[in-house]
């Protein structure tokens, strides 16, 4: 592939905490090779902020390898970007031409609140996982896979719903800010799975009401999540979500 | 869990949703299915028969309080998961995500709703309100006294701005159902893709035909082409 430079123009959420107001603050980005990846064009601007003595611009990053969840930029109007099933540490500047102006954004959502630039608090999904988005096995050694017979097309399912990285791609995309696709491919990877049966029931409802108690709004079906998410998790667990609630519901005291 | 609990939860409310959606919607079948008959090309006879039906028959006037409750519900809830799923965003976002995500009429669900809303209101006082109220001209049918329902549809769609009126409201009623359809079924748990995909033909196949057959009653009433 021929190796070009990019000179881009970059309008970036500043805020300075939790409580303060935020704006936008517009960047010249020159010189961006198109080999690089989107974060790493955030590292050059960086390196330069602070060699001329100013704040650089705080911003979520792990594993940079598309698998830890933890990037979460909103850039031109999309979660991670323009590229389909991938994070944003994933998206290279290739995606973009000389001249552009590139807005990125922090995820917007009550429940996750913006700590600092264009990083959030997604401790939300946490508290999510701790109320159900678990199995307890509470003695003896780990059991032999091949001793627990499983439908592969349920292994299948349960493996795509585990793919979930939790980045909240979902809630960003969302016009009502729900975090049902996240909730569903938990609540689905357990439910699809024999070690899942015993808190089946309890699992989804604990998993709803905290989800309630975070404040992510509820879901319309739009399907925005599902186009959004770096890892192409299917809306169709948020339907089996559904089932899991309505039969859990009526079938508990 | 509790019903309080159940049905206080996002999920319980997009159930209270759903399940009276699916009800509206076979309200919508038996309507257009009654409404039809003004195409009897008999003056009316028909049609005003099916109508007294509606009005005199018990099981009919049972539904009917039903489909009060189902449409305060499905409005009233509606109007409540709105204002929720609004304020869970916080700060709106520079750039929006638009239809590169997802279908405009799925977003704007409420403001669809609300013209429904607004058209229904009307609906009631031009028909409702005078066939069980306030009363109609009689008709007589062989030696029998029926009230002229459809003598008043004549009468109403002959000014073209409420023909309009009732023409956009079904284009909103389209729209309603095109995404309202399917996702009924997803919100109360359908997930096997092999109805969901079945399910989504038949909403669109849904949202197209029995809106346009509403759409047909005003613009046949205005143009004379009921005989």
């Given at each position: 592939?021929?190796?070009?430079?990019?000179?881009?123009?970059?309008?970036?959420?500043?805020?300075?905490?939790?409580?303060?107001?935020?704006?936008?603050?517009?960047?010249d980005?020159?010189?961006?090779?198109?080999?690089?990846?989107?974060?790493?064009?955030?590292?050059?601007?960086n390196?330069?902020?602070?060699?001329?003595?100013?704040?650089?611009?705080?911003?979520?990053?792990?594993?940079?390898?598309?698998?830890?969840?933890?990037?979460?930029?909103?850039?031109?109007?999309?979660?991670?970007?323009?590229?389909?099933?991938?994070?944003?540490?994933?998206?290279?500047?290739?995606?973009?031409?000389?001249?552009?102006?590139?807005?990125?954004?922090?995820?917007?959502?009550?429940?996750?609140?913006?700590?600092?630039?264009?990083?959030?608090?997604?401790?939300?999904?946490?508290?999510?996982?701790?109320?159900?988005?678990?199995?307890?096995?509470?003695?003896?050694?780990?059991?032999?896979?091949?001793?627990?017979?499983?439908?592969?097309?349920?292994?299948?399912?349960?493996?795509?719903?585990?793919?979930?990285?939790?980045?909240?791609?979902?809630?960003?995309?969302?016009?009502?800010?729900?975090?049902?696709?996240?909730?569903?491919?938990?609540?689905?990877?357990?439910?699809?799975?024999?070690?899942?049966?015993?808190?089946?029931?309890?699992?989804?409802?604990?998993?709803?009401?905290?989800?309630?108690?975070?404040?992510?709004?509820?879901?319309?079906?739009?399907?925005?999540?599902?186009?959004a998410?770096?890892?192409?998790?299917?809306?169709?667990?948020?339907?089996?979500?559904?089932?899991?609630?309505?039969?859990?519901?009526?079938?508990?005291? | 869990?509790?019903?309080?609990?159940?049905?206080?939860?996002?999920?319980?409310?997009?159930?209270?949703?759903?399940?009276?959606?699916?009800?509206l919607?076979?309200?919508?079948?038996?309507?257009?299915?009654?409404?039809?008959?003004?195409?009897?090309?008999?003056?009316?006879?028909?049609?005003?028969?099916?109508?007294?039906?509606?009005?005199?028959?018990?099981?009919?006037?049972?539904?009917?309080?039903?489909?009060?409750?189902g449409?305060?519900?499905?409005?009233?809830?509606?109007?409540?998961?709105?204002?929720q799923?609004?304020?869970?965003r916080?700060?709106?976002?520079?750039?929006?995500?638009?239809?590169?995500?997802?279908?405009?009429?799925?977003?704007?669900?409420?403001?669809?709703?609300?013209?429904?809303?607004?058209?229904?209101?009307?609906?009631?006082?031009?028909?409702?309100?005078?066939?069980?109220?306030?009363?109609?001209?009689?008709?007589?049918?062989?030696?029998?006294?029926?009230?002229?329902?459809?003598?008043?549809?004549?009468?109403?769609?002959?000014?073209?701005?409420?023909?309009?009126?009732?023409?956009?409201?079904?284009?909103?009623?389209?729209?309603h159902?095109?995404?309202?359809?399917?996702?009924?079924?997803?919100?109360?748990?359908?997930?096997?893709?092999?109805?969901?995909?079945?399910?989504?033909?038949?909403?669109?196949?849904?949202s197209?035909?029995?809106?346009?057959?509403?759409a047909?009653?005003?613009?046949?009433?205005?143009?004379?082409?009921?005989?």
């Open positions: 592939m021929e190796h070009t430079t990019i000179n881009i123009k970059l309008k970036v959420w500043k805020q300075a905490n939790t409580q303060s107001k935020g704006y936008f603050e517009s960047y980005v020159p010189g961006i090779s198109t080999e690089m990846s989107f974060l790493e064009m955030f590292d050059v601007l390196e330069r902020l602070i060699a001329e003595g100013k704040e650089p611009i705080a911003f979520d990053h792990d594993c940079r390898e598309g698998i830890c969840g933890m990037c979460s930029m909103y850039i031109n109007g999309k979660p991670h970007g323009p590229w389909e099933g991938t994070t944003t540490c994933q998206l290279h500047m290739r995606a973009f031409k000389d001249g552009d102006i590139i807005v990125v954004e922090p995820w917007r959502a009550a429940a996750f609140p913006v700590i600092k630039d264009l990083m959030v608090d997604r401790g939300a999904f946490d508290r999510i996982i701790q109320a159900g988005g678990y199995i307890s096995v509470n003695t003896g050694n780990a059991v032999d896979g091949n001793a627990l017979p499983i439908e592969k097309e349920k292994a299948d399912n349960a493996f795509a719903a585990a793919a979930c990285i939790g980045c909240g791609a979902c809630v960003a995309a969302c016009k009502n800010s729900s975090a049902m696709l996240f909730v569903s491919a938990k609540v689905s990877h357990l439910a699809l799975l024999p070690q899942g049966a015993p808190e089946r029931k309890q699992r989804v409802m604990n998993m709803i009401a905290q989800m309630d108690k975070e404040g992510f709004g509820a879901c319309t079906n739009t399907g925005a999540c599902e186009a998410c770096p890892k192409e998790i299917s809306i169709t667990n948020i339907a089996r979500l559904n089932a899991e609630y309505l039969s859990a519901s009526l079938t508990t005291a | 869990m509790t019903w309080k609990q159940m049905f206080t939860s996002s999920v319980g409310k997009k159930l209270v949703m759903g399940f009276t959606g699916i009800f919607v076979l309200f919508l079948i038996v309507h257009v299915g009654l409404n039809a008959c003004i195409w009897a090309m008999d003056n009316g006879v028909m049609f005003n028969k099916a109508a007294h039906f509606m009005g005199a028959n018990v099981v009919p006037r049972i539904l009917e309080i039903g489909l009060f409750a449409f305060f519900l499905h409005i009233i809830q509606g109007y409540m998961l709105e204002m799923n609004r304020k869970a916080g700060t709106a976002y520079a750039v929006s995500y638009g239809n590169k995500g997802s279908k405009w009429y799925s977003r704007s669900m409420a403001l669809l709703g609300t013209l429904l809303l607004l058209f229904l209101i009307f609906h009631i006082k031009h028909f409702w309100v005078p066939s069980r109220i306030t009363g109609l001209e009689p008709m007589l049918i062989d030696g029998k006294e029926y009230h002229n329902l459809y003598g008043e549809m004549l009468v109403v769609f002959e000014n073209p701005v409420i023909v309009a009126f009732y023409v956009i409201s079904c284009i909103s009623l389209a729209y159902l095109a995404h309202g359809f399917q996702s009924a079924f997803r919100t109360i748990g359908i997930n096997n893709p092999k109805y969901t995909t079945l399910l989504e033909s038949v909403g669109y196949g849904f197209i035909i029995v809106p346009l057959a509403f047909m009653m005003p613009i046949s009433m205005h143009l004379g082409w009921v005989n």
